[in-house]
């Protein structure tokens, strides 16, 4: 049972353009929603987080957007750098559990030239 | 200091052997997870301690043994492994509280015969 799904395995898109990265769930328990970049044999890297009070969330570069009736989020990366190219992670958690993070199964973004 | 440092960064075992994995974190952080990550897919939480004692445990197999000696360090101690235990293991920390990242370590490449 994926209760956090990243339905687009892989996204390409040109430097300086948009990026936008898609994520949807199902348990409405969920209530904290992050964001992690993961490059090759490292450890996530915490990009930006959005709690269930709010539905937009931004921090430079980055923004998160939440919409609760379609348990669906997004993450916009504006402008797209090539070092943005790596793999993203969205995270859920439910209050009361720990934090208990639940794993989407990743987007593979390229950014080109 | 931001960081959680994992030792070793890569360890190749016998299924006889027994070893052990090491986190530390100095960030005052009084919850430490441990996941396991396999190629192409999500990491996937094993363990859960919280204030030093294990909150959570996901139906782990007893060959992973944690233990969390302080505040600031956290073991997974390996034995009789099987090679399907070959994985990325992660470690991470947290502030407790509600809507805190965990911040993630570099992982230890594990690699079973």
């Known amino acids: 049972d994926q209760q956090v799904k990243q339905n687009s395995p892989s996204l390409s898109v040109q430097e300086g353009r948009i990026s936008i990265l898609n994520c949807d769930y199902t348990?409405?328990?969920?209530?904290?929603f992050l964001w992690y970049k993961k490059y090759p044999a490292e450890g996530p890297t915490f990009l930006i987080s959005?709690?269930?009070?709010?539905d937009k969330n931004e921090d430079g570069r980055f923004t998160v957007f939440l919409n609760k009736s379609a348990k669906h989020l997004s993450l916009h990366i504006v402008p797209s750098q090539p070092g943005d190219s790596a793999v993203y992670f969205c995270?859920?958690?439910?209050?009361?559990?720990?934090?208990?993070?639940?794993f989407g199964t990743g987007t593979r973004l390229q950014v080109t030239l | 200091d931001t960081e959680v440092t994992q030792t070793p960064k890569h360890l190749v075992m016998g299924m006889t052997n027994k070893k052990s994995l090491k986190c530390e974190q100095h960030?005052?952080?009084?919850?430490m997870y441990w996941y396991k990550q396999k190629a192409k897919k999500p990491p996937e939480l094993m363990f859960v301690?919280?204030?030093?004692?294990?909150?959570i445990n996901e139906s782990v197999p007893s060959r992973f043994s944690p233990e969390c000696p302080n505040s600031s360090l956290l073991n997974l101690h390996l034995h009789a492994l099987q090679p399907e235990d070959s994985a990325l293991y992660l470690c991470?920390?947290?502030?407790?509280?509600?809507?805190?990242?965990?911040?993630f370590g570099p992982g230890t490449r594990l690699t079973v015969l």
């Open positions: 995270a859920a958690s439910a209050h009361g559990t720990a934090s208990k993070l639940t």
């Open positions: 301690y919280s204030y030093e004692k294990l909150s």
């Open positions: 960030m005052g952080h009084r919850a």
């Open positions: 348990n409405s328990m969920f209530d904290y």
């Open positions: 959005i709690s269930s009070i709010k």
């Open positions: 991470a920390s947290r502030e407790e509280g509600s809507y805190n990242e965990q911040f």
